[in-house]
Every structure is written in structure tokens, then in C-alpha cells.
T-cell receptor, first 112, second 115 residues
Framework: DAKTTQPPSMDCAEGRAANLPCNHS???????VYWYRQIHSQGPQYIIH???NNETNEMASLIITEDRKSSTLILPHATLRDTAVYYC?????????????FGKGTKLSVKP | DGGITQSPKYLFRKEGQNVTLSCEQN?????MYWYRQDPGQGLRLIYY???????QKGDIAEGYSVSREKKESFPLTVTSAQKNPTAFYLC??????????????FGDGTRLSIL
């Protein structure tokens, strides 16, 4: 699976948009970009995924650059409950042995 | 509500004892997984199962065993052979492991500690 690079931490003011970047410059043509988040002492929560088109759901938007070497997760109106570690993962359909390789992620702190 | 239920939330094991962690899903997912997470670390795959009565070892299967007798259930036994079992254990499921791009969904985990 391709390696991803994320900033270790970010701050965001409550009510503002949180933009979390991810670099995946070695991504292969069939690999999808997935975003998860993990709130302390809970299981990871799936947020969104995409291949090359921008995606939006009730939680977030995913913007993937045209060359697919980077992406941005956007939480449009961050709340205190969005404070968590956010993980960007790239993997092909089905994955390798079903494994999800979580890096260190970005610790997002939403402040009042 | 559809989801993945792990129990218990906290579990304590005595030396030499086997313990079993429960994972149940009502999402009608084919594939199920067990991961282990250590403090400040990512997830490591213990076992996974694509279909009933079939399962494969992941990266760190030694000292663990699983069964998949029903589609909705995938219990994990931490045996006495696992010398460092203290960790956060996470169960996940997905529609199909094959060529699907569908994501894995996780339970809320079981935290296992040694007495």
C-alpha cells in the first residue's frame, strides 16, 4: 500500500472549516484514498473515500488533486466533537490481506 | 441500529489464562477482521475472515485464535501463549474483501489488561 504523509497536529476554531492535508505521491492508479478518525479510547470511524473525483457526504468533503498525489479532507463546520486523530490511508480495492495501514495521522484540536 | 458490537469493553486476564473477546455485527458483512492497537501506534492485523468457516492469519497471529461459525460473529481468543496481550483490540467488518472498495467499519474496542 502507498505511503501517506500527514502533519502531526492542527488546530481549528469551532465553527470554522478544518482542512486536513494528506500527501500520497506514490499512489497507484487503482488505489483509493480513505479517511478515518479515532477519538480517544474508541474504534476508528470511517469518514469518506474516493478514487479521483471529489466526494462529499454528511460528514465531510474529500478533494483529490488532479494528479492524485495529494488530497484534503474538509470538515465544513468543525465542532468540539470533531477533536480526534485523523488518518489518511491509500489502498487498492480489497487491499492486501485486508490490512488497513494506519500511520500516525493528524491530531486535530478544535478550540472554542 | 446496524453496527459492530464488541464486548466486554474492559477485560482483565490472569497469567496462564485464555480469554475470549466477542465481536458481533448486524451489517450483513461478509468479511471480518481483528486488529490490535498499542499506545501511540497504528493498527496491526491479527486475523481476518472473508467467509463463514474460513479465516486467515494476519501479521501478528501468534498467541491468538479465532472462529467464524456464523456470518455475524467472529470471536477472538487470546491464549496464554500470547506473552504481551495488554492492548486495545478492535474488530472490523466490510462488505467483501475481494475487489470491493467498500470501507471497513469498526467496533468500539476491548481494552485487555493483565492482572
Amino acid at each position: 500500500d502507498a505511503k501517506t504523509t500527514q502533519p502531526p497536529s492542527m488546530d481549528c476554531a469551532e465553527g470554522r472549516a478544518a482542512n486536513l492535508p494528506c500527501n500520497h505521491s506514490t499512489i497507484s492508479g487503482n488505489e483509493y484514498v480513505y479517511w478515518y478518525r479515532q477519538i480517544h479510547s474508541q474504534g476508528p470511524q470511517y469518514i469518506i473515500h474516493g478514487l479521483k473525483n471529489n466526494e462529499t457526504n454528511e460528514m465531510a468533503s474529500l478533494i483529490i488533486t488532479e494528479d492524485r498525489k495529494s488530497s484534503t479532507l474538509i470538515l465544513p463546520h468543525a465542532t468540539l466533537r470533531d477533536t480526534a486523530v485523523y488518518y489518511c490511508i491509500v489502498r487498492p480495492p480489497g487491499g492486501s490481506q485486508g490490512n488497513l495501514i494506519f500511520g500516525k495521522g493528524t491530531k486535530l484540536s478544535v478550540k472554542p | 441500529d446496524g453496527g459492530i458490537t464488541q464486548s466486554p469493553k474492559y477485560l482483565f486476564r490472569k497469567e496462564g489464562q485464555n480469554v475470549t473477546l466477542s465481536c458481533e455485527q448486524n451489517l450483513n458483512h461478509d468479511a471480518m477482521y481483528w486488529y490490535r492497537q498499542d499506545p501511540g501506534q497504528g493498527l496491526r492485523l491479527i486475523y481476518y475472515s472473508q467467509i463463514v468457516n474460513d479465516f486467515q492469519k494476519g501479521d501478528i497471529a501468534e498467541g491468538y485464535s479465532v472462529s467464524r461459525e456464523k456470518k455475524e460473529s467472529f470471536p477472538l481468543t487470546v491464549t496464554s501463549a500470547q506473552k504481551n496481550p495488554t492492548a486495545f483490540y478492535l474488530c472490523a467488518s466490510s462488505i467483501s474483501r475481494g475487489t470491493s472498495n467498500q470501507p471497513q467499519h469498526f467496533g468500539d474496542g476491548t481494552r485487555l489488561s493483565i492482572l
